[in-house]
């Protein structure tokens, strides 16, 4: 089984920057992707960026804002948030898709609270 910690959320003003981090552990496994999302409400959780295969998408919401890297030595994926927006607080989800032997397996974190506020 893979875990995914989120740390890093918190209450930043308006134009702020905020740095949140997922490490991921678990048995050896082959990640085909892994990002963040966001949810402000109920259950419909919007992509905001995802690394994988081919490169790194990001929602048009957050271009030139927002921005992925990671250390894979340790696992762990930063989003870099800058510029922020009272339009991005959210609670922000780690998602990783794993390759298994016969499928996919889907993975997610238990969230990070993100308020931008003056």
């Known amino acids: 089984q893979v875990e995914l910690v989120e740390s890093g959320g918190g209450l930043v003003q308006p134009g702020g920057s905020l740095r949140l981090s997922c490490a991921a552990s678990?048995?050896?496994?082959?990640?085909?992707?892994m990002g963040w999302y966001r949810q402000t409400s109920g259950d419909e959780r919007e992509r905001v960026a995802v690394v994988g295969a081919g490169g790194t998408d990001y929602a048009d919401s957050v271009k030139g804002r927002l921005s992925l890297f990671r250390d894979s030595t340790k696992n762990t994926l930063y989003l870099e948030m800058n510029s922020l927006k009272t339009e991005d607080t959210a609670v922000y989800y780690c998602?990783?898709?794993?390759?298994?032997?016969?499928?996919?397996?889907?993975?997610w974190g238990q969230g990070t609270q993100v308020t931008v506020s003056s």
């Open positions: 998602h990783a898709v794993v390759t298994g032997q016969t499928r996919d397996f889907e993975y």
């Open positions: 678990g048995s050896i496994f082959t990640l085909a992707s």
